[in-house]
DNA sequence: GCATGAATGTTATTTTATAACATGCACACG
DNA sequence: CGTGTGCATGTTATAAAATAACATTCATGC
């Protein structure tokens, strides 16, 4: 997988075409693919990809239950593992979290920086990380099946704010 | 942080040695420190070594209540966070569960390898993969605070076993 | 139409973690 | 030696995150 440039959202940006081309790709994703991507998965979707931050399940549920009258967790957990199963999403470990993908269309598992400040958080696939990781290992005879790297701390934004 | 040799541990290894090593270094690393390594804290961080793979805070309060009575999870969970404050033990994020670490002197976060099949983690503080990281944080203008690095897959054992 | 399997609904429960307040204990100071 | 002050632990209750098990609904292929 190829750098890609900084997945950081610019700071002010039109978030409804960034949810609408993310709900778009994740369409053609599952019609390709042969998955369903229904009302309730998609409108899930949505709601992860509401903000740039890695949202809670329970945080999704009242969301959800908002939209859709009362709601039970598995409904949600249901739809979040069939996002996490085609890609769509990753889990934010350390946080209990959910944040959308920007590349769903490769296997991939990302590198996580979140703004502790602004709960922002930018997914990167740095070629860079992922062989120094690869290397040890190697070293070690490791197979790495699953990878979980997520830095948190303070966005350059933030930082800035706070000087 | 210099790179460490592989922090596996040798499949058969005098494990008794290595957890007195380990409370002993704790008792030394406390004494320096002003901080009180308490009969409790010492207990619980003798679980925690008891083994060479990750464990949830409900199995150590299993094992604890064995050795003395019934014990509520606050107990627990306050002498891990103590643990934790002191370095002494890290915590695996995809897993919910902690395990001790064995270069509590210096403050670090390190790359776990675990073994889904042996369950066995092995800690390394490799500079290349902090390096890598570091690099892409720097582009990103993003100060990081706290890393998880998580490796899940088979170790070298593992893979032979099952060929 | 209708059978089939996948998706969703529903209820209950498990697992992980913390809040809030009570009690105990060790050391610092007089 | 007290004793009181602050940290450590005990205790009870609850919050937060996730899943098990079974019922019902719905879309699609025949």
Redesign the pocket.
């Known amino acids: 997988m190829p750098d890609r440039n900084p997945a950081l959202p610019p700071a002010a940006h039109d978030h409804a075409a960034c949810v609408a081309e993310a709900l778009d790709r994740a369409e053609r994703l599952c019609a390709a693919r042969g998955?369903?991507l229904?009302?309730?998965?998609r409108q899930v979707l949505e709601l992860v990809w509401s903000r740039h931050a890695p949202q809670?399940?329970?945080?999704l549920l009242e969301e959800l239950g908002r939209e859709?009258g009362?709601?039970?967790?598995?409904?949600v957990?249901?739809?979040l593992?069939?996002l996490q199963a085609q890609g769509l999403i990753h889990?934010i470990e350390s946080l209990?979290?959910f944040i959308g993908c920007p590349v769903p269309e490769a296997r991939h598992s990302g590198q996580f920086f979140i703004c502790r400040s602004c709960r922002t958080a930018a997914e990167l696939d740095a070629g860079t990380i992922d062989k120094a990781i690869d290397r040890e290992a190697q070293r070690l005879g490791f197979a790495i099946e699953q990878r979980t790297v997520e830095l948190l701390g303070l966005c350059q934004g933030c930082r800035e704010a706070a000087r």
Chains 1, 2 share one sequence.
């Open positions: 998955e369903r229904t009302a309730l998965r809670g399940a329970y945080d859709r009362r709601v039970a967790p598995p409904t957990y249901r739809a593992d069939f889990r209990n979290a």
